[in-house]
């Protein structure tokens, strides 16, 4: 064989090749042809024809509808003594009947202004020298100063309940068994000098 017969081999060989690999360009370009055209066909038939559907119409998934049902509301919030959480005012938490307090007896107009929180109905407290006192939301008996003591609304500054003396204290007991017993000893002595004016009268008459 000569160099020159060698030479054309080899170049048909290389172009043999080459024309392989064309084909097999040409093979995957058809194929991406293929898969855009279809990819057009989608967007011009599919996507191109979706309704504009309304934010209120939109399906949400069951997992967005799960997580919305736990999302608080604001009217699924729990009141504190019947007001709503989202008043953004400060919150009071009432208190139920308190246990015993004592009241000094020159700090006894404070039962008639009380402050925050007010006295509920069955609280109890004792005064100094007058007893154990109970509070009675009623308004029936006459403020005295010593039984009773009508207390005022914080807000309105209207009547709205009373403390009661229920149980009196030896201190209070015992002024009144004095005032008593000293009524009693008047009475004695004006009965002895009415007896004694009348037993003057009687003699001085027989």
């Not at 953004?88 to 404070?110: F, H, K, Q, V, W």
């Amino acid at each position: 064989m000569s160099l020159e017969t060698d030479a054309l081999d080899a170049a048909a060989l290389a172009a043999t090749n080459q024309t392989i690999a064309a084909n097999d360009l040409k093979d995957a370009i058809d194929i991406l042809v293929t898969a855009y055209a279809a990819t057009k066909t989608t967007v011009d038939d599919d996507l191109n024809n979706v309704n504009n559907t309304s934010d209120a119409d939109k399906i949400i998934s069951d997992d967005v509808a799960a997580a919305l049902a736990l999302a608080v509301q604001t009217s699924n919030l729990a009141t504190v003594n019947g007001l709503p959480l989202n008043t953004g005012l400060a919150l009071l938490i009432a208190s139920s009947p308190t246990s015993l307090t004592s009241e000094l007896y020159d700090n006894r107009n404070d039962l008639r202004n009380p402050v925050i929180p007010q006295p509920i109905a069955g609280d109890a407290l004792i005064l100094q020298y007058l007893g154990l006192f109970q509070f009675y939301t009623s308004t029936d008996e006459p403020d005295d100063d010593e039984t009773c003591f009508t207390a005022n609304d914080v807000d309105t500054g209207l009547p709205y309940g009373q403390w009661l003396l229920r149980v009196p204290s030896y201190e209070w007991t015992e002024a009144h068994e004095k005032i008593e017993f000293r009524a009693l000893e008047e009475w004695r002595d004006d009965m002895d000098e009415s007896m004694k004016l009348l037993l003057a009268d009687y003699n001085a008459h027989h």
